[in-house]
C-alpha cells in the first residue's frame, strides 16, 4: 500500500486523421488484436490513452497536483493537468534542484495516509529529477495532447 500517481497523455483522433493514415490504423488495429469493424464513417473516432508518468509516494507532487488542479480535493478522481500547469511544476522542480533550500517554500513535503517520507532528503530531490524528465517529454508531445493526473493509496 501507498501513494502511487499517475500522469497520462490522452488524443482524441477523428474521421479525417484515421481514413487517410490507413496504414497507421491498420497497425494499431493489429497491435490491439481487434477487428474495429464498427470504425465506420458513421463512428469516425479513437481515443488514446498513453501512461506517460508514475510516481511512487511523491508527496510534493501529489500536493501540487491537488492544490492545482483538483480545487484542494484529494479524492484519487483523474484530473485534467493543463499543460500550463505541467511547465509551471516543471519549474517549481528546476528551481528547488538548483537551491535545495527553497524546498520547503516551493513544493512542501506532505503527510498523509500511506503518503511516504516527508524529508528533504536524497529521495525527495531524486523524485524532482524524474519529475522533470516525465514533464519535459509530455510537454514534447505536441498541443493535440490532453493530461490528466490520478493518485491511489
Known amino acids: 500500500m501507498g501513494l502511487d500517481q499517475y500522469l497520462y497523455a490522452k488524443k482524441y483522433t477523428s474521421d479525417s486523421a484515421i481514413f487517410n493514415k490507413a496504414e497507421m490504423f491498420n497497425q494499431l488495429k493489429q497491435t490491439l488484436g481487434t477487428d474495429v469493424a464498427f470504425l465506420t464513417r458513421k463512428l469516425p473516432s479513437i481515443s488514446v490513452e498513453i501512461k506517460v508518468g508514475y510516481w511512487r509516494k511523491s508527496n510534493q507532487i501529489h500536493q501540487y497536483f491537488v492544490d492545482n488542479c483538483q480545487n484542494g480535493e484529494d479524492d484519487c478522481r483523474l484530473s485534467y493537468v493543463s499543460p500550463e500547469k505541467l511547465t509551471e511544476l516543471l519549474d517549481l522542480c528546476k528551481q528547488v534542484l538548483a537551491d535545495h533550500s527553497k524546498a520547503d517554500e516551493l513544493l512542501p513535503s506532505q503527510s498523509g495516509f500511506f ?11 531524486s523524485d524532482l529529477t524524474d519529475t522533470v524528465e516525465i514533464l519535459e517529454n509530455a510537454l514534447k508531445m505536441g498541443d493535440d495532447w490532453e493530461f490528466y493526473y490520478q493518485s491511489s493509496w
Not at 503518503?115 to 530531490?125: A, L, P, R, S, V
Request: a negative charge; zero cysteines.
Open 115 to 125: 503518503f511516504g517520507n516527508t524529508e528533504y532528503d536524497e529521495w525527495y530531490f
